[in-house]
């Protein structure tokens, strides 16, 4: 499913206007990225671990010949490594660190839907009381009675997932690999 963005800026719209962000379910939480971030959803196919990467980095995947690098979101922000289920998607998304673009992989649990939030509904993320660490959150989006962890994705993915990206073995180099697929 490839994403197509309403044109409104990632930093934010202007006062009142809303944003769209594609939510997902992860460790039981519900999360949201901005939608000019992602370039499209992919249910979990084969995932092939790489030795010697971060344990966040899930392992590669082959999106139409390219070498994409997957990180388990969940460690990446401590809630430990994601079992992938029917419902587990990769969000392929866009990042940028030190103005260069970098085209990754995310595991979530499950895709929900992509709602619009207007800045007055993103509360500061807060200094205690989540399991996420706050720096990688632009807010809390108030959703009814419920609140989304708006996540900064740039930050989310940190410069070791973003290195670890950039030197990836070519195929033939690396070593063996593990395979992990889709759960009945």
Known sequence: MTMEPSGQSAA????????????????????AVSILQVKEILPVDTITRVP?????IRGVMNLRGSVVPVVDLAVKIG??????????CVVIVEVTVHDQKIVMGILVDAVSQVIELRAEE???????????????????????????????????????????????PQPGQGGPAQETGDAA
């Open 122 to 168: 993103i509360e500061p993320p807060p200094s205690f009381g989540t399991k996420v660490t706050v720096d990688c959150l632009i807010g809390m989006g108030r959703a009814g009675k419920r609140f989304i962890l708006v996540l900064d994705i740039d930050r989310a993915i940190g410069l070791e997932e973003i290195a670890a990206a950039q030197t990836r």
């Open 12 to 31: 934010g719209p202007g006062a009142g206007q809303p944003t769209q962000y594609l939510t997902f379910q992860m460790a039981g939480e519900t999360f």
């Open 52 to 56: 010697s990467t971060p344990r966040s």
């Open 79 to 88: 809630f430990g490594e994601s079992v992938v289920s029917r419902r587990s």
